[in-house]
């Protein structure tokens, strides 16, 4: 293989067991600020021993979260030195702001969090836990808006010519609030909240086929399954938007994520299918006029499709993107269709009365993680052959110096790192999970007898 492609594979290899953790933790603070505010509001000790065994799971996310993130920095400077130097400035803007306003209030409540329990209020250890949730929603914040900033460049001109050119801020303002960062962003969010809802569903019904903590697990399954509902289906609507914004600004993309090879045709939305590039077709289950309508609110109204653009213009892993995008797509309708499912049992009175329901719900926790997976496949793929779209090409923003072998021999020792941290992740989830939460000591509700008078 080339270093372009060792490259681009150890840089999707690294975020991608990255990206595995921090959905997980902006969930789960989610999660744990309602279960807090619910033991605020009631007293129940329930909700706070449910928030305590929760901050144990989300400590872990975190930790491996953030040493598994640091990687990728060095990456930036080892094997992608020009792209460097061209977004340096936009990156250095928004990393910035990452560090002073969400790192700071993240790091800055965390020790509370973590080490509060039974040394501040519950009102102080409350306001800690909305920080550190908080922080890590501004984390995701400047993050998700550089890289949308490489999707719709705004607010920037160039400065220099070939290898010295770089993109330079004229307006803060502009380049954070770029054509696709508040869609984008909320995809993320939502993305993040499911995840965490999910991993709660999971580890709770898995208690209650088990017969544990079962008064514990109907609390948090409820309040899981009521995030689960109102979130899979903003995911819809933040998709749907989404998909708008990259008609708008990157229709390449678009034509790729559903296969649309016509220069300037109507356009039909596949259910499911297989793309052959060569044949430039599609084959499979469509809904004809299905993407003109989603784009234009017109059957009949023509689309861009992959023809309209120059060869060297076009994304090239067709089939991957189609297939990364639908299953995305199903994964997402199939978490509405098992939220309102259970959200129908739960109106009815019935919510925990089905077993095999409960099983789905076990493995239904690699669900969210797998959309949040490929939908960032589809979507940096679907980007190619732009590494900033329109202006830096992936195959121009490599370093130099760096030769195939040093790439692959990293990607090697990386590939046996990450093994072996997801290996002690799982033994360490699995062993919390096992033991559970510490139940609270019930309290005498027997009525006093009054002291007996000679």
Do not use: C
């Amino acid at each position: 293989m080339d270093v372009e492609i060792l490259a681009r594979i150890q840089f999707a290899f690294t975020i991608a067991f990255h990206y595995i953790y921090p959905p997980l933790s902006i969930g789960l603070g989610l999660i744990m600020v309602i279960m807090e505010g619910q033991y605020l509001r009631t007293g129940n000790k329930v909700y706070e021993t449910l928030a305590r065994f929760w901050t144990k799971i989300f400590a872990l996310t975190f930790g491996i979260g953030v040493a598994t993130g640091i990687v990728m920095e060095f990456e930036f400077g080892t094997n992608w030195a020009t792209y460097s130097r061209y977004v340096g400035d936009v990156f250095g803007s928004a990393l910035a702001a990452e560090g002073i306003f969400a790192f700071a209030l993240e790091s800055g409540f965390l020790g509370v969090l973590l080490f509060g329990w039974n040394r501040v209020s519950s009102k102080v250890h409350f306001i800690a836990t909305l920080g550190v949730w908080l922080g890590s929603m501004f984390s995701a914040v400047w993050i998700v808006i550089a890289n949308s900033w490489q999707q719709t460049p705004a607010g920037y001109h160039i400065v220099g010519e070939g290898v010295e050119a770089r993109a330079e801020i004229t307006d803060f303002w502009a380049m954070v609030f770029n054509p696709s960062s508040v869609d984008r962003l909320l995809h993320v969010w939502i993305g993040a909240f499911l995840a965490g809802a999910f991993l709660v569903l999971s580890v709770h019904a898995y208690y209650l086929l088990k017969g544990k903590h079962v008064e514990l697990s109907k609390k948090a399954f409820k309040i899981a399954l009521g995030v689960a509902i109102v979130f899979s289906l903003a995911q819809l609507a933040t998709g749907h938007s989404s998909a708008e914004g990259v008609a708008e600004n990157q229709p390449a993309k678009l034509a790729a994520l559903e296969g649309h090879f016509d220069s300037l045709a109507v356009a039909d939305m596949y259910l499911v299918g297989w793309v052959d590039k060569k044949e430039q077709k599609v084959t499979g289950i469509k809904v004809p006029g299905g993407l003109s309508f989603l784009t234009h609110w017109d059957f009949e109204e023509p689309v861009k499709g992959l023809n309209y653009f120059p060869e060297d213009e076009r994304p090239t892993a067709l089939n991957a993107i189609f297939q990364f995008y639908h299953l995305m797509v199903a994964i997402g309708m199939i978490l509405i269709g098992l939220s309102l499912y259970a959200g129908w049992l739960w109106w009815r009175g019935r919510l925990f009365d089905h077993r095999w329901l409960l099983r789905i719900f076990v493995g239904a926790v690699l669900l969210p993680q797998v959309a949040n997976q490929v939908g960032w496949f589809a979507a940096e793929m679907g980007r190619q052959p732009w590494v900033v779209y329109g202006h830096l090409r992936t195959s121009d923003a490599l370093s130099k110096v760096v030769t195939a072998n040093q790439v692959l021999f990293s990607l090697i020792m990386f590939t046996i790192v990450y093994v072996l941290l997801f290996g002690l992740f799982v033994y360490l989830l699995n062993k919390k999970i096992k033991h559970g939460p510490e139940e609270p000591k019930l309290m005498d509700k027997r009525p006093r007898q009054k002291a007996m008078v000679n």
